[in-house]
């Protein structure tokens, strides 16, 4: 079963805009949500991570919005770019279990010029 | 400094034959990691490696084996190959008590 839950499945953003992924999660047990950017035939990268313990984190353009008590959290892309189109996947991983990373089902983002 | 390096790249199989996914890195990680990526369901854990001499299993184990060679090296092997496991396979490693994972190309394997 999908510990992590993500959406939109795909997104279209203007170069300029702001592009939102949001995840949910169920498992109270997580700390540790990163996301990671994929291009086409390439190994997903990481791209920015956040904790539980904080809200929010802000990485350039990139910021990680963090809900504990909802257990959700978003990615944030401010000024898109056409550079940004990419696959991205949010996870959640435990240190119990060796950090291995829960992925959600990823989201292609396309910016257009 | 290479990362994470896999091979092959592509691998075409007919149903039951075998074969090992080779992965290696060279960061001195203790961790090691294989994935298989399926359109539509992100990528998803067979297996982990925590440390040299240890396994475990992940979400999706069935039908494959891993071995952990030594630090640097962890294989995957699908004994006897079923269409099922058609996908794209990553293998990645991290430090200990280090969340980051650092992910190899990819190998992309057909089963026919």
């Known amino acids: 079963q999908q510990q992590v839950k993500q959406s939109p499945q795909s997104l279209i953003v203007q170069k300029g805009g702001i592009s939102i992924i949001n995840c949910a999660y169920e498992n109270t047990a997580f700390d540790y949500f990163p996301w990671y950017q994929q291009f086409p035939g390439k190994g997903p990268a990481l791209l920015i991570a956040i904790r539980p313990d904080v809200s929010e984190k802000k990485e350039g353009r990139f910021t990680i919005s963090f809900n504990k008590s909802a257990k959700q959290f978003s990615l944030h892309i401010m000024d898109s770019q056409p550079g940004d189109s990419a696959t991205y996947f949010c996870a959640a991983s435990k240190m119990d279990s060796g950090y291995a990373l829960n992925f959600g089902k990823g989201t292609s983002l396309l910016v257009t010029p | 400094n290479a990362g994470v390096t896999q091979t092959p790249k592509f691998q075409v199989l007919k149903t039951g034959q075998s074969m090992t996914l080779q992965c290696a890195q060279d960061?001195?990680?203790?961790?090691m990691y294989w994935y298989r990526q399926d359109p539509g369901m992100g990528l998803r854990l067979i297996y982990y490696?925590?440390?040299?001499?240890?396994?475990d299993k992940g979400e999706v184990p069935n039908g494959y084996n891993v071995s952990r060679l030594n630090k640097r090296e962890f294989s995957l092997r699908l004994e006897s190959a079923a269409p099922s496991q058609t996908s794209v396979y990553f293998c990645?490693?991290?430090?200990?008590?280090?969340?980051?994972?650092?992910f190899g190309p990819g190998t992309r394997l057909l089963v026919l």
């Open positions: 990645a490693s991290s430090e200990d008590n280090e969340e980051t994972q650092y």
């Open positions: 960061m001195n990680h203790n961790s």
């Open positions: 490696s925590a440390s040299e001499g240890t396994t």
